[in-house]
């Protein structure tokens, strides 16, 4: 059974820094994609950065280009973003997902983690 389990979240100021991981289990980590997405309220649900686990390529969305940065640690199975100069717009519930390949639609991952909450006060 593929669960990825997300952590780290968290309320913090405007400017600070903070760190999620995705611990997954249940599939051969390195044969997919890992993918960052967030949800704000009243807001589509949005890419924030992806790694292929096959050649550690990563992407980034323009929004968080420069701030935010995505790593593996692939004796532990996670996956890790790393969120730096966080802004009030940053709120959201991010979640890791899986996929087959690196995409920005949410709809080619077909497992997710249950989300955690970043809440960026100005």
């Known amino acids: 059974e593929v669960q990825l389990v997300e952590s780290g979240g968290g309320l913090v100021q405007a400017g600070d820094s903070l760190s999620l991981s995705c611990a997954a289990s249940g599939f051969t980590f390195d044969d997919y994609t890992i993918g960052w997405f967030r949800q704000a309220p009243g807001k589509e649900r949005e890419g924030v950065e992806l790694?292929?686990?096959?050649?550690?390529?990563?992407y980034y969305a323009d929004s968080v280009k420069g701030r935010f940065t995505i790593s593996s640690d692939m004796a532990k199975n996670t996956v890790y973003l790393r969120m730096h100069g966080l802004k009030p717009e940053d709120t959201a519930v991010y979640s890791c997902a899986v996929s087959t390949a690196p995409s920005w639609s949410f709809l080619e991952y077909h497992s997710w983690g249950q989300g955690t909450q970043v809440t960026v006060s100005s």
């Open positions: 790694i292929n686990l096959r050649d550690r390529r990563t």
